[in-house]
């Protein structure tokens, strides 16, 4: 069956207020995410919770909200509705906000549950509408929403932090006001939303122009997810370590050098789009990952000075090909937009996290040399892992 997920062809022409106002989904519901982290010391020291019970919120917040993505994306390629993005949007920052308000572990747990659905429930469906109205440019609208999202995560403790110390931990439903403002405005646009679904299935001459789903090149495609995902967290936890452990340098330095790695992360991944968009996918996909792989391998025998140098280049290659990789996978999986946007968006990362998280276990047996040599091999596995992609769509 066709669905809306088909790339707009060229002649369809872009809808930027709507892709501004899923960008704007995407910063709301990644806040509501980076909203969770930021007020679990608030419950540890005002509710008592153990550092278990504060695991287990991020446990439950993960699983709701990306693991769970492939089967709400599978959901939303049979209903297709336009009402799943402001709906999860809303859901997410309702449920987040009240975690601060529950009387009861079970109910803040319930709450974190809640909002983490909502999330979850955002992601396929605003994934699956950005090549809709992005008309011939999807990599770069790609990278738009990806970079809408990266902004959520510095939003989300900002607004917590703020919230909580004026209202307590009252204030955490302060988390909501932006969603609720950006599901308003998401759902002004659902008419244009509609249309561009409409628009685009009208110019795809058939049911069957879009070709069968290619499941065996989709999973080289979110193989490679999971390796450059591992690489990502990895160093989003070790940078700052290294830093400080083995180039003595101040625990100020070392957040600089993650600051510096996330912003020019988002700047690959804007850049990344526009140049696959005009040169193709390939060149950025297998050139950000050749990149990758020397670029952390001299991270650990470079002074202060050239690791904040490594640390802006590691940023551009490891996201270049972010938005890219979630264009690829919806037009591998024609059929299955959504899902297939889950499946890279939510479950991929889930499990790159989850090999990331495992570093730890590395770092206190055979210390953080021998972490930073294994991101250096991940990464080389990303970049071979890369040479098997299918590019062309």
């Known amino acids: 069956m066709a669905t809306e997920g088909h790339a707009l062809p060229q002649a369809v022409r872009a809808d930027r207020r709507a892709l501004v106002a899923i960008a704007a989904g ?7 995410q980076g909203a969770v982290p930021a007020f679990l010391p608030y419950l540890i020291s005002r509710r008592g919770l153990s550092y278990a019970e504060a695991s287990a919120l991020l446990l439950a917040l993960t699983v709701s909200s990306s693991v769970i993505q492939p089967a709400l994306g599978h959901a939303s390629d049979r209903m297709q509705g336009a009402w799943l993005m402001p709906a999860g949007v809303l859901a997410g920052g309702v449920g987040i906000s009240l975690a601060g308000l529950a009387g009861s572990y079970a109910a803040t747990l319930a709450a974190v549950v809640a909002g983490g659905v909502g999330v ?24 738009i929403y990806s970079v809408g999202g990266n902004a ?3 939003v989300g403790p900002a607004v917590v932090t703020a919230g909580v110390a004026v209202f307590g931990l009252r204030g955490t439903l302060l988390v909501a006001v932006i969603p609720a403002l950006t599901a308003a405005l998401l759902w002004s646009v659902r008419p244009r939303l509609v249309a561009a679904a409409a628009a685009a299935l009208e110019a795809v001459p058939g049911e069957g122009a879009a070709g069968a789903d290619r499941w065996g090149a989709f999973t080289v495609l979110s193989a490679m997810v999971v390796a450059r995902t591992t690489v990502g967290y990895g160093l989003l936890a070790f940078v700052p ?8 340098a ?15 992360g988002a700047a690959g991944t804007l850049l990344g789009g526009r140049l696959a968009d005009r040169y193709g996918a390939r060149p950025v996909v297998v050139g950000g990952m050749a990149a990758l792989c020397p670029l952390v391998a001299l991270l650990p025998v470079a002074g202060e000075a050239a690791g904040f140098v490594l640390c802006a280049a590691i940023g551009v290659a490891l996201d270049a090909n972010f938005g890219i990789t979630v264009v690829l996978a919806q037009k591998l999986l024609p059929s299955r937009p959504g899902a297939a946007s889950g499946m890279v968006l939510g479950f991929a990362f889930g499990l790159g996290g989850a090999a990331a998280a495992g570093l730890g276990i590395v770092a206190d047996r055979a210390g953080l040399s021998a972490v930073m040599a294994a991101l250096a091999a991940v990464a080389f596995l990303a970049f071979v892992i890369s040479l098997f992609c299918r590019t062309e769509g």
């Open 241 to 248: 370590i290294w830093f400080v452990r083995h180039l003595d």
């Open 152 to 154: 959520g995560f510095v």
């Open 120 to 143: 979850a429930a955002f992601h396929p469906e605003g994934a699956r509408y950005v090549p809709l109205v992005a008309g011939s440019g999807a990599s770069t609208g790609m990278g």
């Open 26 to 32: 995407h910063l709301s519901s990644d806040l509501c």
């Open 250 to 264: 101040s625990t100020g330095a070392g957040n600089a050098a993650l600051t510096l790695l996330l912003a020019t």
